[in-house]
């Protein structure tokens, strides 16, 4: 792909135009590199090297470490509790927990296996003096490399892909590379991975009535009809992250959000975003706040006049939503009657595994690929995110699917996911230094029109909800909330990852959550303390969250409002024309 190098237009330092090398030869590189800095890399190694070097105890330990795990793996002792044992790691790893996994010689080799990821594990940790970041980096890519030498993802050494081979002759494997070039195809020619074809966007995704009744250049504004005879008097204003198509939160007809929130009596209205190309590079992350959250509550605000509005925002777009709310407290701005945040971080100190992707040398190489396309790519976002759950997203699939020869079936969730879009360069640079490396946001240095906002400032209700296996947004740091803001709040922990946690619709099997109220007076508790004392109820959190909009309401319900802006023709018929780029 040739580079199309952004024309600079001529600026007060006459060195600008040099330093445009910086970028042409970091973008080069990340071709390589996969996306990843070299220079993270290496620094990340040579901390943990001199500091291993120079710290004969740790050294001692690692051997010593080594010598047992050697003895047991040769009498093939069991050492309960002990970090060398392997047993109970195999026992607890999903990859080995076939009964076929318990004959030798797979056994033998799934437990060397977990003592080597277990003497790893020791060996990049606590090295004295090494910076916890490079720790962190090492042990990654480490763990990252151990994956895929595991023996579960060898043909030879799986022994359920042996069984298979035997009783099928082989067939297994000829499907398999079958499937292997088939996915192959589809990729480099930019369709949508096997079975998506059964998951139409309109037709059985996205599909709840309703109109598109505001359109700008960087969203549409969805009304959604009402099933009700009265609604709550204050509507619900839905702002996804534009990392992803707002459908998650209108998915298939029984697990949709949207559809159950109107069956609920609720006024819904949802940002879907627009996919930016090339000519939106210069998109900036206030943009999002004054094109999406304002103008859609400008828009709101004619449909149903004098109504203040229930909030929610998910993942990115919950972070914009705070940015939002508390500018609109700062400017006394008071249309919000409550904020909902859905695996939403704003505070970025502590935002688990993904902060290994964001330092200085990473987001510079980042910088240099958005410079010169003008757009981070879906594909590069998803890689970083399947690296960080490797098994579950890369080696499980490869087994199943070009091992044992069987196609995983495609749900709505996972078509929804391959419906991917693009980031814009300023607004994604802006994010990643301003609120990752920086933490502005938590530290009441990001500008708003001019001005410093504060979370503290949110005087409304907040309702904020972490998942328990969130690879994306930790819900340690989501529960960083309770320590930037003097409002009410309740905070709910449910169980399920990034986006399965959120779509969790009644009725769902095998769902929990936990959830404790926060008034403005109270003390706040430590992530942990408040894990020990929530307690835990069964099913989804869905109708607490209603329960909860509906204190927040007023008692009286009302007739439903009106579709559209006064005098403006409809746009369309939801899901609208922006869901439908790609």
Partial sequence: MPFNIPVASPAADPFTAVRVLDHVREASLSRATLGLSPESLTLAWADWAMHLAGAPGKRLELALRLGRAAIAMAGGTQQSGTAET?????????????????REPYRHWAQAFSLAEQWWSEATRDVPGTEPHHEQVLAFVARQWLDMLAPSNQPWANPEVVERSLEQGGANLWRGGLHWLQDLQRKTSGVLPVGCENFIVGGNLACTPGQVVLRNHLMELIQYRPTTA??????????????????????????SLVRWLVQQGHTVFCVSWRNVTEADRDIALDDYRSSGVMAALDAIGEIIPKRKVHALGYCLGGTLLAVAAAAMARARDERLASVTLLAAQTDFTEPGELQLFIDPAQVHMLDSVMWQRGYLTAAQMSGAFQMLRSNDLIWSQLVHHYMLGERVPTSD???????????????????LHRLFLENDLAT?????????????????????????????APWRSVYKIHYLTDTELTFVLTNGGHNAGIVNEPGHPHRHFRMAVKAAVDACLSADEWQSAAPQHEGSWWPVWHDWLARHSGAKRVGPPSIGLKGHAALGEAPGSYVMQR
């Fill in 86 to 102: 392997g047993s109970a790691s195999i026992a607890a790893d999903p990859r080995f927990a076939g009964p076929s996994w318990q």
């Fill in 444 to 472: 009441g240095r990001y500008l708003v029109q001019g001005h410093p906002i504060a979370p503290q400032n949110i005087r409304v209700p907040i309702f904020a909800l972490g998942t328990e296996r969130d690879h994306v």
């Fill in 413 to 431: 969730l996972m078509a929804w996911n391959a419906d991917s879009t693009r980031l814009p360069q300023r607004m994604h640079s802006e994010y």
């Fill in 230 to 255: 009265s609604v709550y008097a204050e509507p619900v204003l839905l702002v996804s992250a534009w990392i992803m198509k707002y459908y998650i939160l209108d998915l298939s007809q029984h697990n």
